[in-house]
């Protein structure tokens, strides 16, 4: 606007110096044709004055506009500075948690293998009990057999088999559980079926260059048979032993052969008999 303003102050000045230069060369209707133009180059610049205040204008406007875009660009702007702020805070706050819940179900989980540990060392310890208890039962169900005999039941002295072989009866009984062994007859007869073990000792105070003999037998078949040959004159002893399957009934005996003897004090039981129940079938 202010431009416009000085180019036509600028251009009256320029008439003015043309009339006085010229003086009366110019007519009256080159003036009018001067003031003409004059007037129409007014009327344009008016106009452009005219639009340059609409531009003026148009530009104030939209400074305005680009003002408050800018006003509000910053607000935007700083309130997503706002929103990083407090999504960083609550990020740190979810990690937090997060690593609170991974430590609180790594506890959780640690709690979940003891309790199974715990109830799957229940379930043996039930099973462990309920086995004992079984045992206990089948302990207790089971027969018992066990017997021990000594061969003299008083005093001391020999026993001999003369001529024929003789069946020992073991007559001092020592220990008898179950009233499997007859000191009567000597025979263990077995009361269910069932593995058994037997052992003997015998003792003889042989004659120098002389035999000591023992037999077992089963059901009248012979099982074993020691044999000690004597050359220093001291006592001799024989010992051994079976692990014998036996029905019920079967009966099993110790036999002094023909031509034997023993040798045994009562107080000392140097002959003595035994035999027992491991396990009926």
């Given at each position: 606007?202010?431009?416009?303003?000085?180019?036509?102050?600028?251009?009256?000045?320029?008439?003015?110096?043309?009339?006085?230069?010229?003086?009366?060369?110019?007519?009256?209707?080159?003036?009018?044709?001067?003031?003409?133009?004059?007037?129409?180059?007014?009327?344009?610049?008016?106009?452009?004055?005219?639009?340059?205040?609409?531009?003026?204008?148009?530009?104030?406007?939209?400074?305005?506009?680009?003002?408050?875009?800018?006003?509000?660009?910053?607000?935007?702007?700083?309130?997503?500075?706002?929103?990083?702020?407090?999504?960083?805070?609550?990020?740190?706050?979810?990690?937090?948690?997060?690593?609170?819940?991974?430590?609180?179900?790594?506890?959780?989980?640690?709690?979940?293998?003891?309790?199974?540990?715990?109830?799957?060392?229940?379930?043996?310890?039930?099973?462990?009990?309920?086995?004992?208890?079984?045992?206990?039962?089948?302990?207790?169900?089971?027969?018992?057999?066990?017997?021990?005999?000594?061969?003299?039941?008083?005093?001391?002295?020999?026993?001999?088999?003369?001529?024929?072989?003789?069946?020992?009866?073991?007559?001092?009984?020592?220990?008898?559980?179950?009233?499997?062994?007859?000191?009567?007859?000597?025979?263990?007869?077995?009361?269910?079926?069932?593995?058994?073990?037997?052992?003997?000792?015998?003792?003889?105070?042989?004659?120098?260059?002389?035999?000591?003999?023992?037999?077992?037998?089963?059901n009248g078949q012979q099982?074993?048979?020691?044999?000690?040959?004597?050359?220093?004159?001291?006592?001799?002893?024989?010992?051994?032993g079976l692990t014998l399957?036996?029905?019920?009934?079967?009966?099993?005996?110790?036999?002094?052969?023909?031509?034997?003897?023993?040798?045994?004090?009562?107080?000392?039981?140097?002959?003595?008999?035994?035999?027992?129940?491991?396990?009926?079938?």
């Amino acid at each position: 606007m202010r431009a416009a303003i000085s180019l036509l102050v600028l251009l009256l000045s320029l008439c003015g110096v043309q009339t006085e230069s010229h003086g009366t060369d110019f007519s009256t209707q080159d003036i009018s044709n001067e003031l003409k133009e004059l007037r129409d180059m007014m009327v344009d610049l008016r106009v452009t004055l005219r639009h340059t205040r609409d531009d003026v204008k148009v530009l104030q406007a939209e400074n305005v506009a680009v003002k408050e875009r800018l006003a509000t660009s910053e607000t935007k702007v700083q309130v997503l500075q706002d929103t990083k702020a407090e999504m960083k805070t609550e990020v740190d706050n979810l990690k937090k948690e997060n690593a609170a819940q991974e430590a609180e179900l790594a506890l959780k989980m640690d709690n979940a293998v003891h309790e199974q540990e715990l109830a799957a060392l229940k379930t043996r310890l039930a099973a462990s009990e309920t086995k004992v208890e079984n045992l206990e039962k089948e302990i207790r169900a089971a027969p018992k057999v066990a017997f021990s005999a000594g061969l003299r039941e008083s005093g001391e002295g020999y026993t001999r088999s003369g001529d024929n072989d003789l069946d020992l009866v073991f007559k001092r009984v020592i220990t008898n559980v179950g009233q499997a062994y007859s000191n009567t007859t000597g025979f263990f007869t077995a009361p269910v079926r069932g593995v058994y073990y037997f052992r003997f000792t015998v003792r003889d105070d042989l004659d120098k260059n002389s035999y000591m003999r023992i037999r077992m037998y089963k059901n009248g078949q012979q099982l074993m048979r020691l044999s000690d040959y004597d050359t220093d004159d001291k006592p001799s002893y024989l010992s051994s032993g079976l692990t014998l399957q036996l029905e019920k009934g079967d009966a099993v005996n110790m036999v002094l052969p023909a031509g034997s003897r023993l040798a045994d004090i009562v107080d000392y039981n140097y002959c003595t008999f035994s035999g027992f129940l491991l396990f009926p079938l």
